[in-house]
């Protein structure tokens, strides 16, 4: 028995992105410590957890 692979599609992978503000020809670019992942994910938890939906947390 064989598989005929040619019928799927191949998916992309994605890249891991930095956060990026582009302004021109000025670029920032910034990776999060984990202690700052881990801050945020904390207080995003406890606004799920409290009640604000999701879109309204990440405005906070």
Do not use: C
């Amino acid at each position: 028995m064989s598989l005929d692979l040619s019928n799927y599609k191949k998916t992309k992978v994605k890249e891991k992105k930095d956060f990026q503000f582009n302004f021109g020809k000025i670029s920032v670019s910034k990776t999060f410590s984990d202690k700052q992942k881990e801050v945020f994910y904390r207080e995003l938890g406890m606004l799920l957890k409290s009640g604000v939906d999701f879109k309204k947390a990440l405005e906070i």
